[in-house]
């Protein structure tokens, strides 16, 4: 069969069939959108390479007997954590800015899907990123042997790994929604570093805020998961309630938002 | 299968489309004629459900495009070539288009091949392309999914008269195999060659549709004689309204075997007696089209 061949086309096809692309090929395809550019790669490219950016500084000035793997984990996440919900972001402003929107929405109308799909995809693409920022303390540590800076151990508790990727998922996905909620990268990248600051001062210089401060200020909420011998209950619920107020309203906001937004 | 039904969209208070009714049958090419901004594109977005109507239902195959589980499986849509990830190959397009819809991959190099992007341009990042090669790269997508119905808007905008050629002769085939085209011009000349029917839209609204045929019949005939003050008098006494367009000919508002018999009964000798074809269609199109206010 060819475009222009010869075999005849039903006049009236049941429509029902084939069914609609699963969730996981969706995902698959945002994956794919994710690397499949030049600009995206440089992303991703530059996300390994924030994480590289602190092991000097590790190496240089920590302690030997302090640098252990996990001591570097931490500083390459650090690194791989800021430009993580740029990605976020990009992924949905993106389908605007270079109009992609229209193919995608023509093959999927189910706009909730696509977004979806993005949610699942970026969490994946986060997850990479702590995997890369592993393999980055990995490399620092043995670097450090071999310059006989770092004595510490060779080992890394589960836990810290853990937190430290669902903070990397949670901070990507906040990037999701803001992209969804501004559709506009510049807008939705400068709100998402301006807004928590903003807050931030807010919450220090107004004595009345100290309380809510404590619950809604991610800077403070969300710390705990990079350093998890300091979580406990309390902390996990601050994590949750600042994380209802970034995560999910703008989240819902954008979802409804993207379902109506006219595509040029 | 496209039906449209009683279609109409308003923003803030000014109507873009109002009450718009038509149906494409699978075997024929529709063409969606009009001005720029007479509503085409509003259509259009409407039937592929990018844009909620105010009013009235458009329907592929029975069913909403929006409830057609897979839809790049049955619709092949093209609305605008521009609306491409710089960025991204032509080729990769494609891919993606095949990946989200299950579609064989495989028909991916066999399809730029079919549209004219070899494999050099298929390789190429859409931002180094034309708008031409972008036209030929958007009716690849839509045909990835091997789909029975074709909405093209304005897909001969960019190319070379031998691309709109390639392009009809495409057009015809998907049609002559039993598939269902609507494709959009502000140009009759670009569609006029392949389209079997007409849909003129002006100022939101239908202005007129049918069959050539059909959108001609009101035209009136030609008509030219030996002894053209005669041939005059005998329509004249007839009672059929004669206008002489300066070249000898008559123009009459009348069906041709009225002007025959008129003639006939004066005794006049008639050298040519025909449909005001020709440029019959453009006049009218423009005659539709022209002055009409949304």
Redesign the interface.
């Known amino acids: 069969?060819?475009?222009?061949?010869?075999?005849?086309?039903?006049?009236?096809?049941a429509?029902?069939?084939?069914?609609?692309?699963s969730p996981v090929?969706?995902t698959?395809?945002e994956l794919?959108?994710a690397v499949?550019?030049?600009?995206?790669r440089w992303l991703l490219a530059a996300i390994v390479a924030a994480g590289l950016a602190l092991m000097p500084v590790i190496l240089f000035t920590v302690d030997a007997p302090d640098q252990d793997l996990g001591e570097f984990f931490a500083a390459s996440q650090l690194g791989v954590s800021v430009l993580l919900p740029v990605l976020g972001i990009l992924t949905v402003t993106?389908e605007w800015s270079?109009?992609?929107?229209?193919?995608t929405?023509?093959?999927?109308?189910?706009r909730h899907r696509v977004l979806a799909a993005k949610l699942a995809a970026c969490a994946a693409l986060a997850a990479l990123c702590t995997a890369a920022g592993l393999a980055v303390a990995v490399l620092a540590r043995a670097a450090g042997a071999l310059l006989g800076r770092s004595s510490g151990a060779w080992t890394v508790e589960p836990r810290p790994v853990a937190t430290m990727l669902l903070f990397a998922v949670v901070t990507t996905m906040i990037g999701v929604a803001f992209g969804a909620l501004f559709a506009n990268t510049p807008l939705a990248i400068v709100l998402y570093f301006l807004l928590p600051t903003v807050w931030a001062t807010l919450g220090e210089m107004v004595a009345r805020l100290h309380g809510a401060a404590r619950w809604l200020d991610t800077a403070k909420t969300l710390d705990p998961l990079t350093r998890p011998e300091h979580i406990g209950g309390v902390e996990w619920a601050r994590a949750g309630v600042s994380l209802l107020v970034w995560l999910a309203l703008p989240l819902a906001a954008g979802a409804w938002r993207l379902a109506r937004r006219?595509?040029a | 299968m496209i039906e449209v039904s009683r279609l109409s969209k308003r923003y803030g208070g000014a109507d873009a489309v109002r009450d718009v009714s038509f149906a494409c049958a699978p075997g024929t090419v529709t063409g969606f004629l009009g001005p720029n901004g007479a509503g085409k594109s509003t259509t259009l977005r409407m039937i592929c459900g990018l844009t909620p109507p105010t009013e009235g239902t458009a329907t592929v195959h029975g069913v909403p495009y929006r409830r057609i589980p897979n839809p790049g499986r049955h619709v092949g849509v093209l609305l605008d070539a521009a609306a491409q990830h710089a960025g991204r190959t032509g080729r990769e397009v494609l891919t993606l288009t095949a990946l989200a819809t299950g579609a064989d991959r495989s028909r991916v190099g066999e399809l730029l091949e079919t549209v004219g992007l070899p494999a050099k341009a298929a390789g190429k990042r859409v931002g180094a392309y034309s708008l031409g090669m972008r036209q030929r790269l958007g009716l690849a997508q839509a045909l990835v999914g091997e789909p029975s119905v074709l909405i093209l808007d304005e897909p001969a905008n960019g190319l070379d008269p031998e691309g709109i050629f390639w392009m009809r002769t495409l057009l015809r085939g998907f049609a002559d195999r039993g598939g269902t085209v609507l494709l959009s011009s502000h140009l009759l000349r670009e569609v006029e060659a392949v389209a079997d029917r007409f849909v003129v839209i002006a100022g939101g609204r239908i202005a007129a549709q049918g069959t050539r045929d059909e959108l001609l019949s009101g035209t009136g005939v030609v008509v030219r004689g030996t002894d053209p003050a005669a041939l005059h008098a005998a329509l004249r006494g007839a009672g059929l309204p004669a206008e002489p367009d300066g070249t000898g000919r008559f123009l009459v508002a009348a069906p041709a075997e009225a002007v025959g018999r008129a003639a006939a009964a004066a005794g006049a000798v008639l050298l040519e007696l025909r449909p005001a074809g020709g440029d019959g269609l453009e006049e009218l199109f423009f005659t539709l089209t022209h002055g009409a206010t949304p």
């Open positions: 069969m060819t475009a222009t061949g010869l075999s005849p086309i039903a006049a009236a096809p429509v029902d069939a084939p069914p609609r692309p090929r969706l698959v395809v794919r959108k499949d550019t030049r600009s995206g993106a270079q109009r992609t929107a229209l193919s929405f023509l093959l999927v109308p189910d006219e595509v």
